[in-house]
Structures are given as C-alpha cells and as structure tokens.
C-alpha cells in the first residue's frame, strides 16, 4: 500500500497545490456530473440529441459507484397490462401512496425498450430454456463496461478522476461547473448550456462496497443554486454485511442464524427490527448453516463470490463458523431522497439544471420505500436517458453559447472560506463529527423527537467549522468538499425527518407510531444555511428567500 499522496515514492499530483492559474478550461453543450448508470444514459441520451456532450467522474465511468462493483436487479415487467396494473399497485402500497402510477408505468415501459438496446449493444443476458433472455438483472461489472464503451462510441468527452465541486451559474440559469482533476492536479473549468447532476446518493463514508465516492456534493451544489430536494425523511435505510467487509448482502445473510455473543439466537421471523434491537445489546455474530448442502454453498458463493472473500482471508468457514455481523448505513443511496424532479424530463426548479439517478429525489416511483430491490436501477437507466435528451434539446436551443456569459461559481462550504482568515477545515474530525450522527442505530434507525433533535443541534453547530478555509490540493479541496456536503446532507434528513410528524414507509418514529392520513404528500426541503421542509403543493421555497450569497434566484433578481 502506497503512502497517502505517494504512487511508487513520488507525491502524485493531486496531493500537490493545485495550478489555478493553468486550469483545463472548455465549452461544452450538455455537461453530465457522475459516471454511474445515470450519468451514463444522461450521456448517451444527450449525444445521440446530437449535443457536444461531456462526462465527469469522481472515479472512473465504467468501476465507480454503486452499480459498478455489484449488480443491480432491475424493475422488468413483460408488457401485460395485469401483470404491469399489479407491480404499480403494489410499488403504491409498499411507497405509502406517496409515488405516482404514472410515473411508475412510464419507467416500466422504458426500462422494457432499453434493455433490449442494452442487449443489442452485446450484454449477455441469461437466457431461458426456451431462449428467451432474462433481463431482470444487470451485472454490475459487465453493465458498466459496456456503457464505458457506448458512451465513448457516441462521440463524449470523458474527464475521469475529475470530481466537480461547483455549479456555475448566471441570471439565466446553470452555466456549467468547476472541478479538479486528481490525475493532473489541475482545476477545470467546463462551461455548457446544460448540467444533468448524475452524481448518485450521499452514503457518508460507511464503507459499502462502491458507495465511498457518493458523499453528496451533486445535492448540495443544486441547493447553492436554489434547487429543492424531495423525500430527504427516508434517508434511513441500513444494510446487513459481514462486520469487517464491505458488501451489503441483506440475500446472502438470509441463509444464516443470527446469535448474540451468549450464543442465544436472535428472532428475527416477522421483524424486521430484530437484527437493530439485537445490535443495540452487544455483538450479533451470523452462521449460513440453513445452506446445508454442498450445492447450495456451491450456489451461494457463486452468486456472491465477493461477499466470502474476507471472510475466507480470515480463515472462517461461514458456513460452520459464527463470524461478526454489522448494518452499515446507507443514506440517500438506496434511501429516497435527492433533488426534486418538477417534470417528465428530469428538470428542476433550475433552467438548464437536470438531475437523473440517486442524485435525484425517486420518491415518484418509490414512494416512501427504498428503491433498492430493483426501482432504482430501472429509475437510474430511465432518468438517465430522459434528463440527458431534455438537457441536450434545451442546450441546442438556447440562443447564448457558453463562452458568451457571465458566470459565477456558486460553491461555499467546502470550497471557500466565509471570510478571510479563517481557520482551515478540519476535515477528518467534521466527518467523524457527522458520522456520529449519522450512523448510530439509536439516532438514525429508532427514530425518537428529541434524540433527533438534539443530533440535529449538534449537526447545526458543525455548519460554521466546513465554512473555514479548505486546503489547497485537489484532494483536500474534494475532501472538504465532500465534508460539507455529508454535514449539509445530514442537515437536510434529519430536517425533514422531524417534519413528518408518523411512521411511514422507511421512517418511522417512536412518539408516532402510526401512519397518518392528512400527512400523505411529499415534503420539499430547500436551504442551505437556513433550512426550510414544506408539503409539496403549498407555497413553494422561493416564498423565503435563501440568504445566501449567490443563488439563481439571486442571481435572476440582481
Ligand atoms: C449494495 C447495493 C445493492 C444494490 N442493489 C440494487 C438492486 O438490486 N436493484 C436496484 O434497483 N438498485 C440497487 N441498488 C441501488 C443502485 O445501485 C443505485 O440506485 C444506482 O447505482 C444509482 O445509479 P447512479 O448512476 O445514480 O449512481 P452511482 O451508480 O452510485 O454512480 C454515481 C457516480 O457519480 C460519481 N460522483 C460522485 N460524486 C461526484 C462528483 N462530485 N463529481 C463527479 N462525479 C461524482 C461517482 O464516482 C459515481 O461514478 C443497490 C445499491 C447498493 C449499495
């Protein structure tokens, strides 16, 4: 293992101050922030609208983010008008009525079209004895290769190890954004008509397989420019893996017998809280033995053969031997919440400025229930393609090319100081800070007012320490970047979460145990120093104007 900043010896360039004054600077049509899948179909969709389309990645387009390393179930249903009637209605209960059939019919019939583009490009779907393919899985792997492949064929420009940090903005709308390439240790500038923020959910740095480059910036560079998040309550979901790995695979942990330390198993037939309580308590430890054939084990590590990895580096048998189980946080990613969506094409409250994937709020398909078991993918693929047509179409449009605005970069937290003389952000404390609220069980999962409360004071009082002075390399300004996105995106669940006063779908609360009727709509939240949740449909968040120095309506207004 290299020392941090050092490859073979050598400080590398993103650990160097970064050049201001040699920055990578370019116009484009459709700049797309994240190389997941939706940044992927945001890509595709737009070039083949025949705009200039470049990508940004934290990572690399083809192995970062959660689809990547894993694979992804996706929503497929055969066009049967019954058996497509039954999936929305059921997805309505599941989601507490908070989605829409519309929008969920609208996914079922793209995801069923695209896939077999998908295929015609060369996935190699399963097929069936009778030779028919099976597409309700994507390979993570394998998908993402692939849409490396397609979205380089369709002509786009791809920066990876190129994290964007901030939106570039005029009185006209988004205008582009700024970022820094890791690779040259450079600052980018890329000016375009449109932005489609693909930059996937906020999973605050706990570890999951793929989700360590997913901290949230894309939400928070929209909310500088004034846009509004939707569903930021049910960023509550937890997943179960192995204590010292990285994989969630709530699946594969069905095969075993939950224990406490004493050895006294933990119950958990129609609870789903049984493995929280129980972790509350003291060390759960997990043995797969109901796959008690050599076939089943056989099957089990060929599905998920990176869930057995370091547990057959350490020596256990999981089979016969207990080993440490954990549920590790995953925020908005297999969460809810993200940037509000205001029409079919993805658009938000922004002009120019699209969201598709995670990054984006999928309360319209999942309702208050995690998208996770195969929504999100189908949402990612759909939201992807119809965010990156609609931006290209808006881009060739607009009159004005980029080179002829005026633009300000719009970040604060993070990427500059409040004021001179500021302290420097520290940034590993800020993020242990944030993760304490975060994380813990008795906070986040048994979600009780004044606990929630409390945790939010405190996450309210670490907003001053990300708005100090950030470091001068690229992987430090990324770094204090990202703090103060997890401590912002923090800021926001836990808001809207004491918003909605009852239990539903993902969250629930101890004084509010039950559902209630009258609070069955969406909440919006919107701010960033000052933040504000309101019911969607009532006066919308530009009734109180941000304080802060340069939103789009600001920028409108000047
Ligand atoms: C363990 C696990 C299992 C899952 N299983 C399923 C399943 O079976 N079915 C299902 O439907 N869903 C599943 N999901 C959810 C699914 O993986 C996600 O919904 C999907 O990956 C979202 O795609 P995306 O493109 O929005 O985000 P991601 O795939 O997470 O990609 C986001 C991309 O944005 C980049 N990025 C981040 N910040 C920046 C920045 N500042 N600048 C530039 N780039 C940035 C990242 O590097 C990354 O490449 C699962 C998730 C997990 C964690």
Redesign the pocket.
């Known amino acids: 293992m290299s020392e941090v900043g050092r490859v073979n010896g050598q400080r590398s360039p993103s650990s160097e101050p970064i050049r201001a004054d040699d920055p990578i600077k370019f116009d484009t049509d459709v700049l797309v922030?994240?190389?997941?899948?939706?940044?992927?179909w945001a890509a595709y969709g737009a070039a083949s609208r025949g705009a200039r389309v470049t990508l940004?990645?934290?990572?690399y387009?083809g192995s970062?983010?959660?689809?990547?390393p894993?694979?992804?179930?996706?929503?497929y249903v055969e066009p049967d008008q019954k058996l497509r009637d039954e999936a929305v209605a059921s997805r309505m209960a599941q989601g507490g009525y908070l989605s829409e059939a519309r929008w969920i019919h609208r996914i079922l019939d793209n995801v069923y079209e695209q896939l077999k583009l998908v295929e015609q490009w060369g996935y190699p779907f399963p097929k069936d004895e009778y030779g028919n393919s099976q597409r309700s899985h994507l390979q993570g792997p394998e998908y993402m290769k692939l849409m490396r492949n397609v979205v380089k064929k369709a002509g786009v420009r791809i920066l990876d190890q190129?994290?964007?940090?901030e939106l570039l903005v005029d009185s006209h709308g988004v205008g582009g954004a700024r970022?820094v390439s890791r690779l040259e240790g450079l600052p980018w500038e890329i000016r375009a008509s449109a932005v489609v923020i693909?930059?996937?959910?906020c999973?605050f740095l706990a570890g999951?397989?793929?989700?360590n480059?997913?901290?949230g910036?894309?939400l928070l560079m929209a909310a500088e420019l004034g846009a509004e998040l939707s569903g930021m309550e049910f960023a509550r979901h937890y997943?179960p893996s192995a204590g010292g790995g990285t994989?969630?695979?709530g699946r594969t942990l069905g095969w075993g017998t939950f224990s406490r330390e004493d050895g006294t198993v933990v119950d958990r037939r129609g609870d789903p809280d049984a493995l929280a309580r129980a972790l509350l308590d003291g060390p759960v430890y997990a043995v797969l033995d109901k796959a008690d054939t050599p076939e089943k084990r056989r099957i089990l590590r060929g599905a998920h053969a990176i869930f057995f990895l370091p547990l057959d580096r350490a020596g256990f048998d999981p089979f016969t031997q207990r080993f440490p189980v954990t549920l590790r946080y995953?925020g908005t990613?297999?969460g809810v919440g993200g940037i509000r969506i205001t029409g079919d094409d993805c658009s938000t409250t922004i002009p120019g400025l699209y969201a598709?994937?995670?990054?984006a709020s999928r309360q319209l398909v999942t309702g208050a229930s995690s998208?996770?078991?195969?929504?999100?993918?189908?949402?990612?693929l759909s939201s992807?393609g119809w965010s990156g047509e609609a931006a290209a179409q808006y881009a060739l449009s607009l009159g004005r090319k980029p080179h002829e605005r005026t633009l300000q970069a719009a970040g604060r937290a993070g990427v500059q100081s409040a004021s001179t003389g500021s302290a420097s952000i520290e940034t590993a404390a800020v993020i242990k800070a944030v993760q304490s609220e975060v994380f813990p069980l008795e906070i986040n999962y048994f979600r009780s007012v004044p606990v929630l409360e409390q945790s939010l004071r405190r996450l309210n009082a670490l907003w001053p320490a990300v708005n100090g002075a950030p470091g001068t390399s690229a992987d430090e300004l990324l770094r204090s970047r990202e703090a103060a996105a997890m401590v912002q995106t923090a800021r926001w669940s836990h808001t809207a979460a004491l918003a909605r006063t009852e239990t539903r779908g993902m969250h629930t609360f101890a004084e509010y145990p039950d559902t209630d009727p009258r609070q069955q709509r969406r909440l919006t939240t919107a701010g960033v120093e000052t933040i504000r949740v309101r019911p969607e449909g009532l006066a919308p968040a530009s009734a109180h104007p941000e304080p802060h120095p340069i939103s789009w309506r600001k920028a409108v207004a000047a």
Do not use: H, M, Q, Y
């Open positions: 922030l994240g190389g997941g899948p939706a940044g992927a940004v990645d934290k990572g387009l970062s983010g959660a689809t990547a894993g694979g992804n179930n996706v929503l190129s994290p964007a940090l970022g693909a930059t996937g959910g999973a999951g397989l793929g989700c480059v997913l901290t910036e894309g997943a994989v969630t695979r995953e990613v297999r598709a994937g995670d990054a998208g996770g078991g195969a929504f999100n993918a189908a949402w990612a992807g």
